[in-house]
């Protein structure tokens, strides 16, 4: 009778959790909803020993050996050796792994998209958490922990449940088949944040991409409420994809700490998202090894789309019962590391079980070298208006043009492009005093832009041409409507484009926008499109035709927008 009754109660429950749409775990013995309780995050030190001969600018001539008769650590390939898995990570780490983006050279040069980078499969399914079905935990340790030990990109899978009041971090849960406790709010904002300013090592420069891969229970009004939390809960420290050519050392260089990519796999993104990582999946659960193999050659074998963040899915579930498969020695092998020639350049994101377990964190640390050298991608060059370089004398193919107080002219042009080679530019102010940046050698037609303090401008030339294109925020009529919107994410720029087939015969500009923003709008369409200041029937009006560009710039004092100079005629009327 007594197991009757608890079947009861339990089967009530299961009724009311389904009834309520809450998780099951989240309703007590009475059918009451519990209180979600955040997770605690220690301190976490990578231990002594690891640190011990951290030198940047020799490991990177030590080559692919393990840890020396001396004891000291070098760069290192194979699985654990010297070491032990105990706990679900393989240590001592060969590398420094807490912030090993901002203490080695090699990934600093790279754009975001094509670094080598270690993820984790199912990221928050892992054996710390409250609880989970056997057969989904394919990670050791949490998030936050794997972020500490150098994981770079988590893979996450979001369910809603609307029975939670908005605020509630139960709203807005991990899942797999099922949930297991975590919460995107409690989990991985804020382990994501702990992890960049917690106690230890400063790890701010640390680039983290969060690629929400799947949504279950989402309507267009749960995306924007999820949307809203997630540029609330990380603001300014969003890396944009205006900035996704730009190197990672280009990035640190941007206004503020922008260290998180967000990757949103459906088209309710923000602008500042990115789109969703390209998973590439063998499409079975359970292939053979060789099965596998070939397929992880085959997409190394492929071409990957300018800008696309692509991961390759190096897991399988093992037979008979269906769990998550340690492959430690065949990953190692698969992606081993030690020359440009070697599998693991072949491939950019490496998502897998049990991810911590061997050293493919330290391949692909000690792999990114070969990644910038092979693509020439050289260290960042720090100039100043006035140095050599910026008039011409030298090429200046991967640098950041810093203008403050110290460094200051009323103006500064563009460094001409001497070569075809791929050449990033990132010009930031922060003067307290106004200037202009000539932009001629561009592909804006405005012949000067002003920049004030805090202002920051990309350009990069990756096709040959000698011509910088300006990096920005493209948006189209099918997109946005009729109404321009504003320069975000502490952008300056953006770029309205009209043409055949994506027309409208009225726009307006923004209502309101940051200080000093300035919108272009270019026109290949057939036929004039006019342009207000706002929709009204009073409000100033002006004329684009094919082939030409307005610009505008905010004047936050008066609340309008001004017609700018450009290269090309523009009708006002």
């Known amino acids: 009778m007594k197991y009757e009754v608890f079947d009861k109660a339990a089967r009530d429950n299961v009724l009311l959790a389904s009834a309520l749409d809450v998780r099951l775990d989240g309703l007590d013995e009475n059918g009451n909803l519990k209180e979600s309780i955040p997770p605690v995050f220690g301190p976490y030190f990578e231990d002594d020993f690891e640190f011990k001969s951290i030198d940047p600018e020799s490991l990177f001539e030590a080559g692919a050996e393990s840890v020396g008769d001396s004891g000291e650590v070098e760069i290192a390939s194979g699985w654990c050796p010297n070491g032990s898995a105990s706990g679900g990570v393989c240590k001592p780490f060969n590398n420094n792994r807490t912030h090993w983006m901002s203490t080695y050279n090699g990934v600093r040069n790279l754009p975001v998209h094509l670094a080598i980078l270690p993820g984790t499969h199912n990221s928050a399914f892992d054996k710390q958490a409250p609880y989970a079905p056997s057969n989904e935990v394919c990670q050791d340790v949490s998030p936050h922990v794997q972020l500490n030990s150098g994981i770079r990109v988590l893979d996450i899978r979001v369910q809603y449940f609307f029975g939670y009041p908005v605020g509630d971090p139960l709203r807005f849960s991990i899942f797999h088949s099922g949930t297991n406790g975590r919460t995107v709010q409690h989990d991985i904002i ?12 400063d790890r701010r420069r640390e680039v983290i991409i969060l690629d929400f891969h799947e949504f279950k229970n989402f309507t267009a009004a749960v995306h924007a409420e999820f949307v809203d939390l997630l540029k609330t809960s990380f603001g300014d420290s969003i890396i944009s994809p205006t900035y996704k050519e730009l190197s990672i050392s280009q990035i640190w260089g941007l206004p503020g700490f922008k260290n998180v990519v967000i990757a949103y796999h459906n088209d309710a993104r923000d602008r500042s998202f990115w789109p969703g990582v390209n998973q590439r999946w ?6 053979s090894d060789s099965e596998l193999k070939a397929f992880i050659d085959r997409v190394g074998a492929e071409s990957k789309p300018a800008g696309e963040l692509r991961s390759i899915q190096a897991a399988r579930y093992a037979l008979p019962f269906f769990i998550p498969s340690d492959m430690s020695g065949q990953l190692m092998s698969w992606f081993a590391a030690g020359s440009a020639s070697h599998p693991i350049m072949k491939h950019f994101i490496i998502n897998c079980d049990w991810s911590l377990r061997h050293r493919l964190v330290d391949n692909i640390i000690y792999s990114n070298q070969f990644r910038a050298r092979a693509l020439g991608l050289q260290d960042l060059e720090h100039v100043r208006p006035g140095d050599p370089a910026i008039q011409g004398m030298s090429p200046i193919r991967h640098a950041m043009l810093s203008i403050n107080d110290q460094h200051w002219t009323p103006s500064v042009t563009l460094p001409p492009i001497l070569d075809d080679e791929p050449h990033r530019l990132l010009v930031c102010s922060d003067a307290n005093a106004e200037m202009e940046l000539d932009l001629q050698g561009s592909d804006v037609a405005l012949k000067h832009v002003t920049l004030f303090k805090g202002d920051a401008v990309a350009f990069v030339c990756l096709d040959g041409s000698r011509q910088w294109a300006l990096q920005v925020q493209d948006c189209t009529p099918n997109e946005q409507g009729n109404r321009i919107p504003a320069p975000g994410n502490g952008e300056k720029f953006i770029r309205y484009t009209i043409s055949h087939g994506n027309y409208v015969p009225l726009v307006s500009l923004p209502t309101m926008a940051e200080a000093n923003s300035v919108v272009l709008v270019v026109s290949n369409a057939l036929q004039e499109t006019r342009i207000r200041h706002d929709l009204g029937p009073d409000d100033i009006e002006h004329v684009i035709r094919s082939g ?5 710039m905010y004047n ?9 100079s450009v290269m090309t005629h523009v009708t006002t009327d």
């Open 548 to 552: 030409e560009t307005c610009t505008f």
């Open 190 to 201: 804020q382990g994501v944040k702990h992890y960049q300013y917690g106690q230890g090592w």
């Open 556 to 564: 936050a004092k008066v609340g309008s927008w001004s017609l700018e």
């Open 282 to 287: 063998i499409g079975s659960n359970t292939p």
